[in-house]
Structures are given as C-alpha cells and as structure tokens.
C-alpha cells in the first residue's frame, strides 16, 4: 500500500470520530473472556472471577440421565460438560486459555451470547490449561451422543478460538452434521507436524502430543464438516495451521492485521454475534463479511497493527503516514507517537553512522599476528578492517558467494569458508540492487552460521579463538545465514544458546539477510576445519579446550559408549546398534545418549571416559576436545568411505590419542533415489567381526561372548527402518559412488 493509499483507506475513519476516538463500548462480563490466548482484558472496576450469569444446574450422574434433561452439569474428571436448553440450535462451546477460571461457579465461555441468540450451549469447561489433550473430552462427547442428546438438535455447531479452536476442529466429528467455527486454530503442538509453530512450548512439552493418544492432529479430523475459519493470514503461523484444513465445505475469512486474538477484533467490528449464529445456521456469507472488514479502518488495534506490520517491513514512508493520520483521529495514540519518535532517531543515528563509517576508513586496515599461531597451515591472523561489508548470499549472485569486501572494494581471501572438504565459498559481486545497512560498533566476523551440531562445531566455532586477542574486545559476533536462509539460521542462533553461555560469551550473536557495512570488522582466519585444518591452530585449540574443559567436573563411567540409537531414523545410523549397546552394557560399558543431555553434562562425561567406543559422528568431535590424554576411543563406521582421517587428525592433535577405527561394514542401505551414502544412509554391521575387534584390540575381555543377532533379525530391523522412514531401502553396489567429501550429519 502506498501512502496516498493510506490516506484514502483513513479517511471515512477521521470524518466519522473527529478528532478524538470514541470511547470503547461498555463491556459485559461474558464478553471479557472471548479475546483468546494470552493478556487478560478486563473492564475497569472488575476484577477475576467475574460473578457467573447463570445458576450452576443440578449435577447429572451420567450421561443417560442427563440426555433428556434442560439442564444438568456432567462432570468426567478433567473436564464438565455444562448445558442449558433454550432452543434446538446447539452451540458446543470450548475454553481458551484465558477463559478458565472466567468465572465463579464456573461456566461455558460464550455463555452470555448464546442467551442473546436464543441458543442452546453445551460448554466442555476445562479444568487447566492443557489443550483438551486427555481422554475425557471425547469421552463425554461421545457418551452424551450415544445417550441420544444431540438428536434433539437441528442445528449444533462447535465452536472455539486457538486451543478451543483446536478442540472444536478436533472433536466435532465425534458428532454427525455439527458445524465448526475456528477462531485462530492451532491444528495440533506436536513439533514433528507443525515445526512452524514454536508459540507453546511449555504446552507442547507438557501435554500428550503423541499418537497413542487420539485427536492428536486437528486437520486430520476434518472430513465433509462445514467450517468457517476465522484468522489473520499475515500472522504466520495462524496461516500455515489453516492451511493444513483442508475439505470441501471449508470457508476461509481472513482478518488481515487482527493478529492472533482475531476475535477481540470482530468483537470490536460488532459482528460477532451474527456471526456464530450464522455459522450454527449453516448460512456464512463470505461477501458479506468482506464488506463488514471494511469498518477494520475504524478499529484503533487495526491501525496499530498496520502500523506495526509496515515499520516490521521496513515500509517507513506508509508507515509514518498512517500514523500522521492516526494521530489526526487520535492524537493521544501511543503507538503512532513511538514510530515517529523512532523514524526520528533513526534518521538521527543513520546521520552518526555515516560520520563513524568515514572515521573507519580514514582509520585504515590492520593485520594482526597472534604470537604462537602459526602452525602448519595456520597463520595465526587476524585481520580489523574499517567500514567492510559484510556480505550474505544472495539469489542474483553466484551460489554460495558471500564473506567479506573491504572498504576499497576488494575481497577479503580470510573470510573465505569451507563448503565441504574440495569446495569453497567464492567471493561475492555487489550488484546495484543490493540493500546495505549500517552496523556500528566492533564486530567479529565468525563465518557461516550451521544448525546442525557437527558443521557448527567444525565451522561456527572456527573463528572464535579470535576473542581472546582483540584488544578492547567486540561488541557481538556475525554470522552468514547458511544458504541464505535467515530465519532457519536465526532459530539455530537461539538453540545454541547454551553453547555460547558453555564457553563463556556473552555477546549478542546475530546473522542479517542483507549487506552490512560494519564500523570496524575483524577477521580471523579459520582455526578448525575441513582437511588439515581439523588439527586445530594453536589459539583455537587454547580457546577451545580452555573453556570447554572449564564448563563442567568430570562424571560418569569410565567406559563409554556413545549412541545415536535414540536419533530420528532420516539421521541414519546403523541396523542395529541396540546389539551394540546391549553388549557392551554388559560389559560395564555405561550407554550414554549425548542428544538427551546438555551440553554440561556431556562435557562432563567424555572428561571422565578413559575408554569410548562409538559410532562416527558430530559427538565424537565434541569428545575430543577435553578427552583426558592417554584415553581411547574405539570409532565404528557406519558408511563405507566416512572421513575416519579427519577425526584422526583431530584427536591426535587435540588430546594425544590415535583413535582405532573399526570398519566391518558388510553393506550400504539407501532409501529412495539415492545413489551413494550419506548420512541418511544405514550401514548394515558384520557383528561378529566387530566384536571380535573390540575383543582384539583390548575394549572387550578376552572371554567375552557377545549375543548375536540373526539373519532374520537383522531383515526385521531393516523392515523397522523402512517403517519409521516410510519408503524401502536398497543395497549399493560397490560399483557406486561413495565421495568421501560429503556432509556429515
């Protein structure tokens, strides 16, 4: 929207309320609790519980007694099932989270509503907050149904906003011909079908997303039922839920800019009320409410949300026009004034910047050479650059170029990383198009951000040696967005927190999605890495086993095994490994899942292993940095070709060992079209001669009988893969290409 448009969409809004906006409406009780999750929105003067409207009916002692009844109360332990007869028009209604505990005695929420239409309501109360994720809800329902008392009903429609739009979606079709109205429905919290979706994750943790309880998946409980949806598009994750219900008597409404509480505004707009009768009525008209959303213009939240929507999208001129003409209408609007106040102070800073970035470069260039960091391949530099970009990948520039240009425009070779073992990253073009923002301050720059726990250990951290010789130290560390990708990046960011706070930074870590000229950018070369590089410089070695070995106490077994068997099956593994672990319990190994525990804690444990067997993988790099010298580590490849030198080079150069590694692959398992192993891949073990070299080189007594699995039970356990990954394996012919430079997951 431009801002001319702006103006025009405001304009019936400033002749209709003046100069001031009106106050809002008085509020009944029964209205307080309809703004879904999240902040209480109470009217002055009254405070929680709010004194209840109706009397609490007689108690049912089941629901063959309560069929036939105008009005009872069935309790079914984690939740009621209030009603109240009025019509044979059936609103079945289901609590949000900030509707438990509206009211004293309890009561169904829209209870107030259902009065004013004339409605009959079933309210399923919850008794705490935990989505209806127990066996109770459906459990009522169903009872009451076979009881007979929806057969009473000519029109019953279930209805609910987030997690009682999740209830009214998931449980509706325990009830033929019920309609459901969804206010901002979540469609399930488990993570593995809505990654998108990070909002609730005490709930997420808390409750019982798993299969074995049903109505796990909202979506998946929609069939032929008519639906009305109720929701913001621009808020993303109410977006990709709504997505995922899908039928052919589905009716979408979109309210852009009304947020998650949706509701709180259709409230405002006043067509709340017609609108749940109409859904219960099966007559929903789509055109009419595009016509109603045309009064949004009037809602203060609606302008504030616009506001807000076009300062997040960097849109500054609409959004300094729309809150010029907000506060025409409002002129007390908070809102409005802090974009102003904001725009101010950034045209204030961006002024400063430019005078700090012309300082930098009058400045100059530095090269700093740690004392004792040259070693072999390294060179111990680190480069304070002033005014350098700082550039991500970018779709109109070669694949993968990014790093750093300094302030002549020329590329900075350091900043270069590695891809995997035989690619790197090329130097990047600035092309016309390019947005570049201003960074102040001193920053470090650290190279690509990874997500996945082995690349940031190999990569992430390559850089951060540098902290402990800058002068004056930094004010944060930047990180590239791997592939480009911010936000998978900025989330990553988040999950290794616990990371930086282990070794002791506390900086802020960020990674932008555009060019950033930063006021004064170091750069050291990479001190860990693909290749040679996995020995490990000097200062990074310093740094590294400094602060990891500071982290935690030594704890645990001296004899360890470490498992990937508790990983997803699209890790890869081997077929198998719980023959592995059950043996070596046996033998006094302790079995130690490293994914399960903190990073404390797994610091802990491979500080006090004298003896480690495991699977190639990211957490025998972590082992060895603090690994006691004059330890050993057995490494069992489970792929034909993995990197088994570079974690020789690694543990040799980090803690004095030479690891044993035990190759007794007998075939490789791909899946799908894959044509060479990766680390989705299976490798299927010969156990007799992987027990035999434990035995031979010393991590097995000479007696121990280890307890084979046979042949049928090793096809059973590729079936079980097949199973979990949900398509067949298939063995590689050793004519087939087994690179040995490929990413390691």
């Given at each position: ?372 960091g040259a070693a072999g391949v390294f060179t ?235 699977l190639d993988g990211s957490a025998l790099h ?24 570079d974690y020789d080079l690694q543990f040799r ?93």
């Amino acid at each position: 929207m431009k801002p001319e448009e702006a103006a025009g969409v405001l304009d019936e809004t400033r002749a209709a309320q003046g100069q001031g906006e009106a106050p809002e409406e008085t509020r009944a009780p029964e209205d307080l609790a309809e703004d879904g999750d999240g902040a209480d929105d109470q009217e002055p003067g009254l405070s929680r519980p709010y004194p209840a409207l109706f009397e609490t009916p007689e108690e049912a002692p089941d629901a063959a007694a309560a069929a036939g009844r105008a009005a009872f109360v069935l309790r079914a332990g984690l939740v009621d099932a209030w009603f109240l007869h009025r019509s044979d028009t059936l609103w079945v209604t289901f609590d949000n989270l900030n509707s438990i505990g509206e009211y004293d005695p309890p009561q169904p929420w829209l209870q107030g509503r259902a009065a004013k239409a004339g409605a009959s309501i079933l309210g399923i109360m919850a008794s705490r907050k935990d989505w209806y994720r127990n066996a109770e809800t459906a459990a009522v329902i169903t009872a009451l149904r076979e009881a007979g008392f929806f057969a009473r009903f000519r029109n019953i429609l279930f209805v609910g906003a987030s997690m009682g739009g999740y209830a009214a979606l998931a449980y509706a079709g325990l009830v033929p011909g019920a309609r459901v109205l969804a206010f901002s429905p979540q469609t399930t919290l488990a993570r593995k079908i809505v990654p998108f979706d990070k909002r609730y994750r005490y709930a997420q943790r808390k409750w019982d997303w798993s299969e074995e309880l049903p109505y796990r998946d909202a979506a998946a409980a929609i069939t032929d039922q008519e639906v009305t949806l109720v929701y913001d598009p621009l808020e993303h994750e109410d977006r990709l839920h709504a997505a995922r219900i899908a039928g052919p008597r589905v009716t979408r409404l979109i309210a852009p800019l009304f947020g998650h509480r949706a509701i709180r505004m259709v409230k405002e707009l006043g067509v709340l009320q017609d609108l749940i009768e109409a859904a219960a009525a099966g007559r929903v008209d789509a055109q009419a409410w595009a016509r109603a959303m045309r009064g949004r213009r009037d809602l203060h939240g609606w302008r504030r949300g616009l506001i807000k929507s076009a300062d997040a999208r960097g849109h500054d001129a609409l959004a300094a026009r729309v809150a010029e003409l907000s506060l025409e209408i409002d002129p007390e609007m908070k809102a409005a004034r802090r974009l102003l106040r904001k725009q101010r102070k950034a045209r204030r800073a961006e002024k400063e910047a430019r005078g700090r970035m012309s300082a930098a470069r009058a400045e100059g260039d530095e090269r700093i050479l740690v004392p004792g960091g040259a070693a072999g391949v390294f060179t111990g530099e680190i480069l304070s650059l002033g005014a350098a970009l700082v550039v991500p990948e970018r779709e109109h520039d070669t694949p993968l170029a990014s790093g750093v240009i300094d302030a002549k425009g020329d590329w900075v070779e350091l900043s270069k990383a590695w891809i995997r073992a035989r690619k790197t990253t090329p130097a990047p073009t600035i092309h016309p198009e390019d947005e570049i923002e201003e960074l102040a301050g001193r920053h470090l720059f650290c190279g690509h951000f990874r997500g996945h726990f082995g690349h940031f250990l190999v990569e992430s951290s390559a850089r951060l040696w540098a902290l402990d010789h800058i002068e004056g130290g930094v004010d944060g560390l930047i990180y590239l967005p791997y592939r480009g990708a911010i936000e998978p990046v900025r989330r990553a960011i988040e999950g290794q927190a616990g990371f930086f706070q282990t070794l002791g930074i506390d900086l802020p870590v960020r990674s932008f999605a555009h060019i950033q000229r930063v006021e004064r950018l170091f750069v050291p070369e990479l001190g860990f890495g693909w290749n040679e590089r996995y020995a490990g410089s000097p200062a990074y070695r310093a740094f590294m086993q400094g602060r990891l070995g500071a982290a935690a106490p030594a704890a645990g077994g001296e004899k360890l095994y470490v498992s990937r068997a508790r990983l997803p099956a699209q890790r890869g593994g081997v077929l198998g490994e719980t023959v592995i672990e059950e043996n070596l319990a046996r033998a006094g190994y302790e079995i130690f899942y490293p994914e399960k525990a903190p990073l404390t804690e797994q610091i802990a444990h491979y500080k006090a292993a004298r003896q480690i067997v495991a699977l190639d993988g990211s957490a025998l790099h972590l082992a060895a940095y603090v690994m006691p010298a004059g330890g050993r580590v057995g490494m069992i490849l489970r792929r034909s070709k993995a990197n088994a030198a570079d974690y020789d080079l690694q543990f040799r150069n980090f803690c004095g060992i030479t690891p044993d590694v035990i190759d007794v692959i007998k075939a490789d398992w791909v899946a799908g079209d894959a044509a060479r192993v990766d680390f989705r891949s299976i490798g299927e073990l010969d156990f007799g001669a992987l027990f035999a070299q434990l035995i031979a080189r010393g991590y097995l007594p000479a007696d121990f009988r280890p307890e084979l699995p046979s042949e049928a039970e090793i096809r059973a356990l590729l079936e079980s893969y097949e199973e979990r990954r949900g398509e067949p394996f298939r063995a590689l012919g050793a004519q087939e290409r087994h690179p040995e430079d490929e990413e390691e997951e």
